[in-house]
Structure formats: structure tokens, C-alpha cells
């Protein structure tokens, strides 16, 4: 069975990326996958200094989110465009895991993975611009990044008062790119 780590790149508590995140959660479990959700906000980590990494090594919350990543085969990640790219928060998760402890070889929480990449805002192109620069980012660190992708606009507009995402036409969206992040990932595993 493919494993799934979905996450976003938003700690706010009303995200709407989280909320985006949570419903490819969903839609993975019910194409078979075995999904862990998880946030972001839930693994506080300093911001990378190699100063800091040299005294005291990678600290918990940063090994706990590495050691996710390299549990899973692929990953959905939904990410805030902030001045059309990606937040210091994912940047800052990502630049941890990509560090080699020991005998890994390098990049091993990435290298050969699968990822969904999508984006969600209230403006009307969904964030479409930070799917550039994450697609840029992750395939420069190993990970096999689906063609397909998408930026949910006006995404205040598809959610109900609970914040959940419930407009069926991309909640349908969703699910069809998530089947596909679970077929290929099992060709390629
Ligand atoms: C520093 C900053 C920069 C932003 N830049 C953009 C942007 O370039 N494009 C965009 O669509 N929204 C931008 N926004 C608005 C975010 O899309 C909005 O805050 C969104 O709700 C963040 O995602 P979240 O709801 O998952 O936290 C920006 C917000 C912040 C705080």
C-alpha cells in the first residue's frame, strides 16, 4: 500500500491550505492509500543556522518531521504563495530534512519520492505562482513532482462555515489528482 504525508505550508489556524491539505487526506485514504495528516505548526523548528546545527545537532522537532518524510513514499503539499513563492515555514522544514545525519545517503527524506503540489488563496489565481518555485525546489532535491498540479482561487468562497473545503466540483478535482499521486507512485516503487 502507497503511504501518503500530507501537509501544508501554513501553521495559521484557520488555513485555508490546511483545509485544502485535509480534504487530498481524505480523498487519498479513499483511494486506498494509507495518509498521515499532519501540520506544520505541530513541529516547531528554529530557523536553519549551520552555526546552531554544529553545536547542537538537528533538534526533535525537526528529526520527528524528517522521520516522516522518509516513512512515507509520497507526498500532497499544499502551499500559501507568499509574494509568489513559497513561506519561510516550509522552506525552513524542508532545509532541515534535507540534512544527512549519519549513514544517509544524501537527500534521503526526498530522493525518488512522489509529490501532489497544489496551492490555495482567496485571490483569483490560487497561488499559481508558488507552484513554480516549489515544483523548482523539490525536483532539485530528488522528488518526482506530478505534472499535474493545482491553485484553488477564491478559495474563501468553496468552503463551508466549519472552514472545510465542500464545492464538489474540486473537492472531484482533488480526488483525481490524488488517484494519480497513488498510481504513480506504486509504478514506482
Ligand atoms: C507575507 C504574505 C505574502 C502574501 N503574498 C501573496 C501572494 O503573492 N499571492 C497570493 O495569492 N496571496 C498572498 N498572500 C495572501 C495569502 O494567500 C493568504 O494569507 C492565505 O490565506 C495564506 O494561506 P493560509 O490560509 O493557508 O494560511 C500573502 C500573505 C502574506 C502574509
Redesign the pocket.
Known sequence: MVKILAF?????K???????ATAAADAARNAGAEVTLVNLGDYPMPIFNEDDEAASGMPDQARAFKELLLSHDAFII????????Y?ALLKNAIDWASRKQSDEKPLEAFRGKTALIM?????A???M??LVTLRMLLGNIGVNVLANQKAI?K??TLMNDSGQLTDEKTLSQIAKLVEELATTTQKLK
Open positions: 501544508s505550508g501554513s501553521a495559521r484557520n488555513s485555508f491550505n490546511q483545509a485544502v499544499v502551499s500559501p504563495e507568499y509574494n509568489s513563492s513561506p496551492a490555495a488563496s482567496a485571490g489565481l490560487g497561488g505562482r508558488v482561487g478559495v474563501d
